[in-house]
């Protein structure tokens, strides 16, 4: 499904680890508390990913996303990050895996707003169950979205109700594992005399029923690269 939108399945394109030493956060400096004291102090630090290359000659277009810290575990030990599926016959993205977000819109009053909107919008996602800890710097798409993330940390007594005619299905990975750069796998692709290059991190998600394979979640892209860049933030205020 996901070759039949862009013409080609970037699953099947080679990739590699980056060179270096890039160490798995661990556990402790991934619970609220810590994450609360990071907003408040941030680091100096620069993304590591900006800007894809252009896709045609759209014009540009604000839009925020809500990275949703799902606070799960004993005492919110273990969090995750939820994250949807798109319907396929969406214009933009079809398919692909996101966080809720999308335009900005002439009555928001924020990118903060926006992405709150959004959320509600998207999966039922009430803003009264989030608490906005900040932004990470914008990430334009190939598409001319220049994107705000907005990270917020989610009660775990939330219930969310997918939009049907935008999300098709709403799932949570670990935050450990989204943290572990082990699970960052960088592809480089030139197309049309432009070369191209992404991250991946691909989960396995759990069957519900024991007797079901698990599901892959190809997670790629726009949505891995704002990842990667939350996970060079959260290294660089634990590096002081």
Excluded: C
């Excluded at 939108?5 to 980056?18: A, C, K, M, V, Y």
């Excluded at 509600?120 to 979205?145: C, H, K, M, N, R």
């Excluded at 939330?158 to 943290?179: G, K």
């Amino acid at each position: 499904m996901i070759k039949s939108s862009l013409g080609f399945d970037p699953r099947e394109i080679p990739w590699t680890l980056q060179e270096g030493h890039w160490p798995a956060l661990p556990q402790h400096l991934l619970v609220a508390d810590r994450l609360k004291w990071v907003f408040q102090n941030p680091p100096e630090w620069t993304p590591e990913l900006k800007r894809e290359p252009n896709i045609g000659q759209r014009p540009s277009q604000a839009a925020a996303v809500l990275i949703p810290i799902i606070l799960r575990g004993d005492q919110g030990q273990e969090p995750s990050i939820l994250l949807t599926q798109r319907t396929q016959h969406l214009s933009t993205h079809a398919g692909q895996i996101a966080f809720p977000g999308g335009k900005v819109d002439d009555t928001d009053l924020s990118v903060e707003e926006a992405a709150l909107r959004e959320a509600q919008e998207e999966v039922g996602l009430s803003s009264e169950f989030i608490e906005v800890l900040g932004t990470l710097p914008s990430y334009v798409t190939g598409t001319a979205f220049h994107i705000t993330p907005v990270v917020g940390l989610v009660s775990p007594l939330h219930t969310i109700t997918p939009n049907p005619y935008e999300v098709a299905d709403a799932f949570e990975v670990p935050l450990s594992f989204l943290m572990d750069p082990q699970n960052h796998r960088f592809h480089a692709w030139e197309r049309e005399g432009v070369l191209r290059n992404w991250y991946s991190m691909p989960y396995l998600e759990t069957p519900r029923l024991p007797s079901s394979p698990p599901t892959e979640r190809f997670i790629w892209g726009a949505t891995a690269g704002m990842i990667r860049n939350f996970y060079r933030f959260l290294l660089a205020a634990n590096s002081l």
